[in-house]
């Protein structure tokens, strides 16, 4: 198979996974990122990200140019989408979107606001994380299930947490959807869904937050941050790792 044919599998593979990842409300799309993908970005957007360099003016022409193309199918006149003061993606009104993508891939969701009050979307290789990170992106309130890599995770049996105010059996088919990697990548699984909940996060609440203040639940597909917010987690392995974190 030539570079070109597997190019275009893995952007359909990661393309159709994201989709079923989203729930009702929520579009999704993906990009191959192309050397010359900053042509895609919108006078606005482009002066948004004027001192970024080349690579990642085309990783972010990639990105928004799918985004252009949902907002489109939602019906929107403006597609403008600048980068924010801290660095996220700023919406058209009555929007809520995210942004994400690695070497090769952009991905972007969008919603309106009557469907969704939040969402965010990360993309990583599905390779596992540097061992010296691990320490840092798992933290004791995180559960992992069988997926966890520290020791004696076996060894104290845990009490079933109550119901969260927003779980995933408050939605129709909404239940966490994820293949079975294996421990190896439990770390960048947990990676992706905390830069997931992150994006979703801090357009609600405005506030930076590191790994040990996002608590994830990969059984029961929740996540948790210090302002009592609650945002269902999605994740799935495909030749990516997709993370996807909302609030409905």
């Known amino acids: 198979m030539d570079v070109g044919s597997q190019n275009a599998r893995l952007e359909s593979a990661v393309a159709e996974a994201l989709n079923g990842l989203a729930p009702p409300g929520l579009l999704a799309g993906c990009r191959r990122i192309r050397d010359g993908d900053a042509q895609f970005l919108l006078p606005a957007e482009s002066a948004s990200i004027a001192k970024r360099e080349h690579k990642a003016r085309a990783a972010s022409g990639a990105g928004r140019r799918v985004a252009h193309e949902l907002l489109q199918r939602l019906g929107c006149a403006d597609l403008t989408v600048t980068r924010g003061r801290m660095g996220g ?26 469907a ?32 966890d890599p520290r020791p004696g995770r076996f060894t104290v049996p845990r009490k079933r947490q109550p ?29 992706a869904a905390k830069e997931a909940t992150y994006k979703a996060s801090f357009p609600l609440d405005g506030r930076v937050l590191g790994f040990e203040d996002i608590a994830i639940d990969l059984e ?23 993370a996807l974190a909302y609030s409905a």
């Open 116 to 147: 969704m009050r939040s969402v965010g979307v990360d993309i990583e290789p599905a390779l596992p994380l540097p061992p010296d990170l691990l320490p840092i992106v798992i933290t004791p309130q995180d559960r992992l299930g069988d997926l």
């Open 89 to 114: 993606p700023v919406w058209p009104p009555d929007i809520v979107g995210s942004i994400a993508h690695d070497d090769e891939l952009a991905v972007a969701v969008v919603a309106r606001t009557d």
């Open 163 to 191: 119901a969260l105010p927003l779980c995933l059996d408050a939605i129709p088919d909404a239940k966490p959807f994820h293949t079975s990697p294996g421990i190896a990548l439990a770390g960048r699984i947990l990676f």
């Open 220 to 242: 029961t597909g929740e996540a948790a941050t210090p302002s009592g917010r609650r945002f269902m987690v999605r994740f799935t392995v495909t030749p990516k790792i997709l």
